[in-house]
């Protein structure tokens, strides 16, 4: 679940706030503001088209590992490297470090033992769909107390939890 939650408020936060960030941090031109999500959605999307062949072959634990580490590569570009390439670039990253991560956890929420699939797939989407949208709100807050820039660092420290936990959990 905290995984879940890790996950979830990054796609959240991607889908609410890298068009804004390219805006108003990056200052790219308006032909280019919405370029950030389309790098972050291509990139989720060929990761979840490929991630039946690789998950298997690599093992979900270090696909999640990975997938926390790109994530955490992506954020870290986009803020350091505010200019339009790097920035849709490192969106893209982002989008490959979010693809596996769900496939991955629904699978595994539907074969914790001595629980019915749909019992653990139910508690799985409530905490996933709750970070999806609570993290922009979240989001929001941060940046109007600091900066938009210091708010995706939060982003940046959820992948390291992601990390961290990805050692460690068990998937059924």
């Not at 805006?23 to 790219?28: A, I, L, N, Q, S």
């Not at 696909?63 to 200019?83: D, E, H, K, Q």
């Not at 596996?100 to 001595?114: D, E, F, H, Q, T």
Request: charged share 10%; net charge positive.
């Amino acid at each position: 679940i905290i995984i879940g939650l890790c996950v979830n408020i990054t796609e959240g936060t991607m889908a609410d706030w890298s068009a804004v960030f390219m805006r108003d941090v990056v200052k790219t031109s308006t032909y280019f503001e919405g370029w950030g999500m389309a790098g972050y959605s291509l990139f989720m999307a060929l990761g979840r088209l490929i991630g039946d062949k690789i998950i298997p072959r690599y093992g979900a634990n270090k696909i999640l590992f990975y997938g926390g580490l790109l994530t955490i590569v992506g954020i870290i570009a986009v803020i350091s490297l505010p200019f339009t390439i790097s920035a849709i670039f490192g969106f893209a990253l982002v989008g490959a470090g979010v693809s596996c991560g769900a496939p991955i956890l629904y699978a595994s929420a539907s074969r914790v033992p001595n629980m019915a699939k749909g019992s653990g797939l139910a508690i799985m989407n409530t905490f996933a769909m709750g970070g999806f949208l609570f993290g922009p709100v979240l989001i929001g807050f941060i940046s109007k107390a600091t900066t938009l820039s210091i708010a995706f660092g939060f982003i940046a420290s959820l992948g390291l939890v992601w990390v961290i936990q990805s050692k460690r959990v068990k998937l059924f």
